[in-house]
C-alpha cells in the first residue's frame, strides 16, 4: 500500500503562484511515476503533470509553460509548481501514483480568484 498526503491549496489571485507538495509513504518501492490531477466541479478529473522515476515529465498543454512538476526522491515527495494562475485553474488537485497498481491522495483545494 501506498499512502499519499497532499498539502499546498489555498486561494490565490490571478496570477499568483502556489506549490503544492505530495508526500508519499508505505511500498514506495513499487511506485513507477507520480502526477497531478485536478477536477473542477461538474468537469472530469484531468491530467495536470506526470514525472517518471527517471525524472521524465509530461504536461497538459493548458498549464505548459506556467506549471513545473518536479520530485525529491530523498524525500519521497512530488512537488507541482504553478505559477501564472488564472480562475480556470480553480480545481480539487489529487496527487497519484502508479506502479503495480495505482494510488490517489485526499485531494487539496486550489481557488483562484479573479
Known amino acids: 500500500q501506498v499512502q499519499l498526503v497532499e498539502s499546498g491549496g489555498g486561494l490565490v489571485q490571478a496570477g499568483g503562484s502556489l506549490r503544492l507538495s505530495c508526500a508519499a509513504s508505505?511500498?514506495?518501492?513499487?511506485?513507477?511515476?507520480m502526477g497531478w490531477y485536478r477536477q473542477a466541479p461538474g468537469k472530469q478529473r484531468e491530467l495536470v503533470a506526470g514525472?517518471?522515476?527517471?525524472?521524465?515529465?509530461n504536461y497538459a498543454d493548458f498549464v505548459k509553460g506556467r506549471f513545473t512538476i518536479s520530485r525529491d526522491n530523498a524525500k519521497n515527495t512530488v512537488y507541482l509548481q504553478m505559477n501564472s494562475l488564472k480562475p480556470e485553474d480553480t480545481a480539487v488537485y489529487y496527487c497519484?501514483?502508479?506502479?503495480?497498481?495505482?494510488?490517489w491522495g485526499q485531494g487539496t483545494q486550489v481557488t483562484v480568484s479573479s
Open positions: 514525472i517518471t522515476n527517471g525524472g521524465s515529465t
Open positions: 497519484k501514483a502508479w506502479g503495480r497498481t495505482y494510488y
Open positions: 508505505g511500498s514506495i518501492f513499487s511506485i513507477n511515476s
